[in-house]
């Protein structure tokens, strides 16, 4: 986890320079317009600065779309209210509530800015210039915080994912080796339910990561990574079912042999980013198999069969998830890459 563990810092300073830097400009170019409150600017790119280009962009529209009505409720309660305190908590109460609403909320603190800068002199009138001013300071803002976050580390966020995908197989793997191994030998007593309910926690980060990636790279298409990862967190929802019912079948060895031995296949496919069709035509010759036997002579090898039935069951589900992801796939010719995990 170390290679994660430096991404996620070199990842934190980046983002860190782009606050720094951004919100130095901001301020930098209000102060060159020889604007009022020129730091709102530089405040106003940190709080717009998103984790992803599309966030951000978005965000932006939604803070000028709410400081137009911000000005008009100002300007409503500045005639209708004296003292400073009173309008500005009222304005707020009334802000927060409709933004709240319309789940708006993110653009509630530069509405606060701008509402205690109209109201931070109940003698002063909200005139047009007052308004111009507090305009300008969020255009600029904006416009920064868009500019420095289109600055975006692309080859470093696609080797963190690749190398993630890679440890990803690499822990899937590791399961499926401790199943076939509980399988094998009913002694065996591991703890591999822990290690799916942390592959899983694994797997619901990367995920983050990787839709991150994806929106940053818009409008390039390149759902790759996220599709990747949806489709082994579908496949640790598989493990916990079969982890479950291998805990029941390991007491017929020539059952859970079978299993066993279906598992290893699956261990050397796992890294391949081919569709699993030689092992869904195994696995339906074992069905099949299974179909073709003599009735069970007792009620434990009954539900024994039974077992084994919904374990293969399962297993082709497993399988099928990769089948539809690698069906799923089209990507663009530079995207083809060397297969994960080789």
């Not at 137009?68 to 009334?94: N, Q, S």
């Not at 509402?115 to 909200?126: A, D, G, K």
């Not at 080796?177 to 822990?194: A, G, H, I, R, T």
Request: aromatic share 10%; net charge negative.
């Amino acid at each position: 986890m170390n290679f994660l563990r430096r991404w996620t810092i070199s990842n934190h300073l980046f983002y860190a320079l782009k606050i720094g830097i951004g919100s130095a400009v901001s301020i930098y170019l209000a102060e060159l317009l020889q604007l009022e409150s020129s730091s709102s600017a530089g405040i106003i790119t940190l709080l717009t600065i998103a984790g992803t280009k599309t966030e951000t962009f978005r965000l932006g529209v939604n803070r000028i779309a709410t400081f137009f009505a911000t000005v008009v409720l100002c300007w409503v309660i500045h005639l209708l209210v004296g003292p400073e305190w009173i309008g500005y908590g009222i304005v707020m109460v009334i802000v927060t509530f409709f933004l709240s609403l319309r789940s708006l909320l993110t653009t509630l603190s530069v509405n606060a800015v701008f509402v205690s800068h109209f109201l931070r002199n109940p003698e002063q009138n909200i005139t047009s210039e007052l308004v111009l001013n507090e305009l300008m300071l969020l255009l600029i803002g904006l416009l920064i915080a868009v500019l420095a976050n289109y600055f975006q580390n692309y080859e470093s966020q696609k080797r963190y994912l690749d190398q993630a995908a890679a440890l990803t197989e690499a822990k899937m793997r590791a399961i499926f080796m401790k199943l076939s191994e509980y399988l094998k030998d009913p002694e065996v007593n591991n703890q591999v339910w822990e290690d799916i309910i942390q592959l899983e926690k694994n797997i619901l980060l990367h995920t983050k990561s990787a839709f991150q990636y994806q929106q940053n790279r818009l409008p390039n298409m390149d759902n790759y990574y996220v599709d990747y990862f949806e489709m082994r967190l579908q496949q640790c929802s598989v493990l916990h079912n079969l982890h479950y019912e291998m805990k029941k079948i390991r007491v017929f060895q020539s059952d859970s042999q079978i299993i066993a031995g279906f598992l290893d296949d699956i261990i050397d496919h796992l890294p391949k980013m081919d569709a699993p069709e030689s092992q869904l035509a195994k696995l339906d010759q074992l069905i099949l198999q299974i179909q073709e036997e003599n009735l069970p002579g007792s009620r434990e090898e009954f539900l024994s069969k039974a077992r084994l039935y919904h374990i293969l069951m399962d297993l082709e589900e497993f399988l099928k998830f990769k089948q539809r992801f690698v069906a799923g796939l089209a990507l663009p010719q530079e995207l083809q890459r060397i297969p994960l995990g080789s």
